[in-house]
């Protein structure tokens, strides 16, 4: 039987194999592939561990599945398909199979600690090809320069990289993207506020992290707005800014720049800090010119109108759509134009066979309308764009509004987290335990941010809960590094205990003796790694692969206490649960990790 423990797709072969003797046999002139084998677990255990339901046959056969299902383990059990010790056998319209434990143990513990490429990337017999090798671009983040990264920021940050990581650990070529979207009437908010108010007054002499005094001028430019009553409107005066910065105005060019980098050096603090990553920044400022000059191109051939009021139009009526303005009348940009110069721009700098954004779910029709324009204008790979949309993040409280400062700061809210869960060590005085318990109090709030804010599938809108997401119990980012640090525990106390009794057994681990029940589950959970892994890489759902690793979690603590590793009965059981161990401690660590959640030995 092949190495690979994706035990699913092995018995798909098994099954497919028979089906098309079968066939063959009945000379029907039909046959079967195996992506036609539907594979599904028995809601009993004594059912089987699989199931394989042959209605999908019953046309090419012409027969009834329960006929079908008594043809097919009439075959799988003929030695030539050498199906080993498992028990194949038929309940109604199913052929159900269950597995050698002993045998299945051994492949699956073997395969996650001889850390497996193939168990580890998806699983060896799944059709890859649409992922393997393919260049995939993921965008993500896209923050402006007007103000600091917040709690939504949080969770497309999280997304992204997730994702990022997921597809690459399916062998796709991944580059992550940050569009910095550092021009606009959003940033020109900001600097008329400072401009008028900052009386030159840095990050430095305020005490304030860079980004968040920026932002703190945004906010002062919504109370000037409600304050002001003169003839001349802030908002006004911060358009004719707009006006002075795409003039190449010196003065206003000195400022936006100025406040672009306190911006970006305080977001770049935030991204090491929460373990977020780039392979290249795009500038809207370097982007919009060329968007701007294939809008003037798309006029030129027709593709867009120039109104009475002299804005640049896309008529979208006929796909059912309106009219989208694609330049202002006074010729400054948009989004859209900004847009379209940063994907061609990232297709000449790397021919991507898929671009994918992750932008919040409240984008959808400006995604709808991008990828149609870049299609009409001409470039074939506008197909391959994809708009990984998320819902909201909202907090007990409500909304939250930028402009109003009733956003969460995303450092604000990893220092409550952080002192949460430092204050929950020294309770529990297990300060010498952890070792330096600052540091394991920040992966702690990493931890159970990011495992939160990715549990939910991503187009669903959520309700973040700092306190929920810092329990030690239940569906929970701590609860998993605790499972983590535990395996941890139990090994290293095991090693201790070799080292000091000199022992150096290589004798072979008897994995037969993992009879119960809940060591079955936890090898059948290890065993199903690859097909959550693959299955999160195509649904791009990272929350696929948190249910998997809250399961192991789960199942594991079951195992724990029904069944004593270090205290075994025999030494060879004690051995083969250590195996178990550690076979479950390869496949935590590499999902914590695609799941952007710190990995701790100690808790």
Same mark, same amino acid.
């Given at each position: 039987? @092949?190495?690979?423990? *994706?035990?699913?797709?092995?018995?798909?072969?098994?099954?497919?194999?028979?089906?098309?003797?079968?066939?063959?046999?009945?000379?029907?002139?039909?046959?079967?592939?195996?992506?036609?084998?539907?594979?599904?677990? +028995?809601?009993?255990?004594?059912?089987?561990?699989?199931?394989?339901?042959?209605?999908?046959?019953?046309?090419?056969?012409?027969? $009834?599945?329960?006929?079908?299902?008594?043809?097919?383990?009439?075959?799988?059990?003929?030695?030539?398909?050498?199906?080993?010790?498992?028990?194949?056998?038929?309940?109604?319209?199913?052929?159900?199979?269950?597995?050698?434990?002993?045998?299945?143990?051994?492949?699956?513990? $073997?395969?996650?600690?001889?850390?497996?490429?193939?168990?580890?990337?998806?699983?060896?017999? $799944?059709?890859?090809?649409?992922?393997?090798?393919?260049? #995939?671009?993921?965008?993500?983040?896209?923050?402006?320069?007007?103000?600091?990264?917040?709690?939504?920021? &949080?969770?497309?940050?999280?997304?992204?990289?997730?994702?990022?990581?997921?597809?690459?650990?399916?062998?796709?070529?991944?580059?992550?993207?940050?569009? #910095?979207?550092?021009?606009?009437?959003?940033?020109?908010?900001?600097?008329?506020?400072?401009?008028?108010?900052?009386?030159?007054?840095?990050?430095?002499?305020?005490?304030?992290?860079? *980004?968040?005094?920026?932002?703190? !001028?945004?906010?002062?430019?919504?109370?000037?707005?409600?304050?002001?009553?003169?003839?001349?409107?802030?908002?006004?005066?911060?358009?004719?800014?707009?006006?002075?910065?795409?003039?190449?105005?010196?003065?206003?060019?000195?400022? !936006?720049?100025?406040?672009?980098?306190?911006?970006?050096?305080?977001?770049?603090?935030?991204?090491?800090?929460?373990?977020?990553?780039?392979?290249?920044?795009?500038?809207?400022?370097?982007?919009?010119?060329?968007?701007?000059?294939?809008?003037?191109?798309?006029?030129?051939?027709?593709?867009?109108?120039?109104?009475?009021?002299?804005?640049?139009?896309?008529?979208?009526?006929?796909?059912?759509?309106?009219?989208?303005?694609?330049?202002?009348?006074?010729?400054?940009?948009?989004? #859209?134009?900004?847009?379209?110069?940063?994907?061609?721009?990232?297709?000449? *700098? !790397?021919?991507?066979?898929?671009?994918?954004?992750?932008?919040?779910?409240?984008?959808?029709?400006?995604?709808?309308?991008?990828?149609?324009?870049?299609?009409?204008?001409?470039?074939?790979?506008?197909?391959?764009?994809?708009?990984?949309?998320?819902?909201?993040?909202?907090?007990?409280?409500?909304?939250?509004?930028?402009?109003?400062?009733?956003?969460?700061?995303? *450092? @604000?809210?990893?220092?409550?987290?952080?002192?949460?869960?430092?204050?929950?060590?020294?309770?529990?005085?297990?300060?010498?335990?952890?070792?330096?318990?600052?540091?394991?109090?920040?992966?702690?709030?990493?931890?159970?941010?990011?495992?939160?804010?990715?549990?939910? $599938?991503?187009?669903?809108?959520?309700?973040?809960?700092?306190?929920?997401?810092?329990?030690?119990?239940?569906?929970?980012?701590?609860?998993?590094?605790?499972?983590?640090?535990?395996?941890?525990?139990?090994?290293?106390?095991?090693?201790?205990?070799?080292?000091?009794?000199?022992?150096?057994?290589?004798?072979? #681990?008897?994995?037969?003796?993992?009879?119960?029940?809940?060591?079955?589950?936890?090898?059948?959970?290890?065993?199903?790694?690859?097909?959550?892994?693959?299955?999160?890489?195509?649904?791009?759902?990272?929350?696929?692969?948190?249910?998997?690793?809250?399961?192991?979690?789960?199942?594991?603590?079951?195992?724990?206490?029904?069944? +004593?590793?270090?205290?075994?009965?025999?030494?060879?059981?004690?051995?083969?649960?250590?195996?178990?161990?550690?076979?479950?401690?390869?496949? &935590?660590?590499?999902?914590?990790?695609?799941?952007?959640? +710190?990995?701790?030995?100690?808790?």
């Amino acid at each position: 039987m @092949d190495e690979i423990m *994706d035990e699913k797709n092995i018995w798909k072969e098994k099954i497919c194999a028979a089906l098309n003797e079968a066939l063959e046999e009945l000379h029907l002139g039909e046959t079967v592939d195996t992506g036609d084998i539907i594979a599904e677990l +028995p809601p009993k255990p004594e059912m089987g561990d699989l199931g394989f339901p042959m209605f999908p046959f019953a046309k090419k056969f012409k027969k $009834s599945p329960p006929q079908i299902a008594a043809l097919v383990v009439n075959k799988v059990n003929h030695p030539s398909l050498a199906q080993g010790s498992a028990e194949v056998f038929t309940l109604g319209p199913y052929v159900n199979v269950k597995l050698d434990r002993a045998q299945t143990a051994s492949r699956v513990i $073997s395969a996650a600690l001889n850390a497996n490429k193939d168990f580890f990337t998806g699983g060896k017999n $799944s059709d890859k090809k649409d992922l393997c090798g393919k260049k #995939i671009m993921v965008e993500f983040s896209s923050p402006n320069t007007n103000k600091p990264l917040h709690l939504g920021h &949080l969770r497309n940050d999280v997304l992204g990289e997730s994702i990022s990581r997921i597809l690459a650990a399916c062998n796709a070529e991944v580059q992550k993207v940050c569009i #910095i979207n550092d021009r606009g009437i959003h940033i020109c908010k900001s600097m008329l506020a400072y401009q008028e108010y900052g009386n030159g007054e840095t990050p430095e002499s305020a005490h304030i992290k860079s *980004d968040h005094f920026v932002g703190k !001028w945004y906010v002062r430019f919504s109370l000037m707005e409600k304050m002001e009553k003169a003839e001349e409107s802030a908002l006004e005066r911060a358009r004719q800014l707009l006006l002075k910065w795409e003039a190449g105005d010196t003065e206003t060019v000195a400022l !936006w720049k100025q406040m672009n980098q306190w911006t970006v050096n305080g977001m770049k603090e935030t991204y090491k800090r929460t373990d977020i990553s780039f392979d290249k920044y795009y500038f809207e400022s370097d982007t919009y010119l060329r968007g701007k000059d294939e809008v003037l191109k798309g006029l030129e051939r027709g593709l867009f109108t120039k109104e009475v009021d002299g804005s640049i139009q896309a008529d979208l009526t006929a796909e059912n759509l309106d009219k989208k303005v694609l330049l202002r009348k006074d010729g400054t940009s948009l989004y #859209i134009t900004q847009d379209f110069g940063t994907a061609i721009l990232r297709h000449d *700098d !790397w021919a991507f066979d898929k671009l994918v954004y992750v932008v919040g779910s409240e984008q959808r029709y400006h995604f709808q309308v991008l990828f149609i324009l870049l299609a009409k204008m001409g470039f074939a790979w506008a197909k391959d764009l994809y708009h990984l949309s998320y819902g909201m993040v909202n907090l007990p409280e409500g909304k939250m509004k930028s402009r109003e400062g009733t956003v969460v700061d995303a *450092d @604000d809210l990893i220092d409550e987290l952080r002192d949460m869960a430092l204050a929950e060590i020294r309770d529990k005085a297990r300060e010498e335990i952890v070792g330096d318990a600052p540091q394991t109090a920040e992966k702690i709030a990493l931890g159970a941010l990011h495992y939160y804010l990715l549990q939910v $599938s991503p187009e669903r809108d959520m309700l973040f809960n700092p306190k929920e997401s810092l329990s030690f119990n239940g569906n929970t980012g701590p609860y998993l590094q605790y499972m983590g640090a535990r395996i941890s525990s139990i090994l290293q106390k095991d090693e201790a205990k070799a080292l000091l009794e000199g022992k150096n057994d290589d004798a072979k #681990i008897k994995f037969e003796l993992l009879v119960s029940d809940s060591e079955w589950e936890l090898v059948k959970t290890i065993a199903a790694y690859p097909e959550a892994l693959e299955a999160a890489a195509r649904a791009m759902n990272p929350s696929l692969l948190a249910s998997f690793l809250y399961e192991l979690s789960k199942n594991f603590a079951r195992f724990y206490h029904e069944c +004593p590793v270090l205290n075994a009965d025999t030494q060879d059981l004690q051995r083969a649960r250590l195996e178990l161990c550690r076979a479950v401690l390869a496949v &935590l660590r590499a999902a914590l990790n695609l799941v952007c959640i +710190p990995f701790l030995e100690s808790m």
